[in-house]
């Protein structure tokens, strides 16, 4: 069955340190999402990308980085980790186009100690 | 103002009432509206999608839709224990409202 996957599911790092959580599709979509959701928040978008090559900056995006060198995978970079960034991380993909249900991956808890 | 505002709960109903979740955006150029559900310590999955104005229905669940006042809604009838979760409201991929926590009371 055509999945998304996170790694880690967790993880503990220090600040300062640089961490990637990867996020691979295999449904083929175009579209991928990277959100985080914290207590009273909800989700926020970090980045997003409609296609290889193609990233965008969310609402959040500050300390992020993503880059699109395949289809499937959308690696979400925290250049320098700060305790600010402890959240739930989540993934998704859809289908192109603004108008499709998101799919999401089931999260990645990162604490930044 | 927010983008998109729910009711902040949390609600509470008793099993077997109707449960109703309200959401308001402020884009006029949204054209797709989706609700999610998510479980405690699990990943939001989608609920209901609807485009158009008016009412859809699903099982249990009817969403309703007013672009004119930029409002949509979640209705859950007949509720039961294992609808407890919380309700996220999303126009687009985008923008997700911070969600309405919802307990069916046994």
């Known amino acids: 069955d055509a999945e998304i996957t996170q790694s880690p599911r967790h993880k503990i790092t220090e600040t300062g340190r640089q961490v990637t959580l990867a996020c691979h599709q295999t449904?083929?979509?175009?579209?991928m999402f990277w959100y985080r959701q914290d207590l009273g928040h909800g989700l926020r978008l970090i980045h997003y990308?409609?296609?290889?090559?193609?990233?965008n900056k969310g609402e959040v995006s500050d300390g992020y980085s993503v880059s699109r060198s395949n289809t499937e995978d959308l690696p979400l970079t925290l250049e320098s980790a700060a305790s600010s960034q402890t959240s739930v991380y989540f993934c998704a993909s859809s289908p192109g186009g603004s108008g499709n249900t998101i799919y999401f991956g089931e999260g990645s808890w990162l604490t930044v100690v | 103002q927010k983008e998109v505002e729910q009711n902040s709960g949390p609600l509470s109903v008793p099993e077997g009432a109707i449960a109703s979740l309200n959401c308001t955006y402020s884009d006029r150029g949204s054209q797709s509206f989706f609700w999610y559900r998510q479980y405690s310590g699990k990943s939001p999955e989608l609920i209901m999608f609807i485009y158009s104005n008016g009412d859809k229905e699903d099982g249990r669940f009817t969403a309703q839709l007013n672009k004119a006042s930029q409002y949509v809604s979640l209705l859950i009838r007949d509720s039961q224990p294992s609808d407890s979760a919380t309700y996220l409201c999303a126009p687009g991929q985008l923008t997700f409202g911070s969600g309405t926590q919802l307990t069916v009371l046994p």
């Open positions: 449904w083929n979509h175009n579209n």
């Open positions: 990308s409609y296609g290889v090559q193609d990233t």
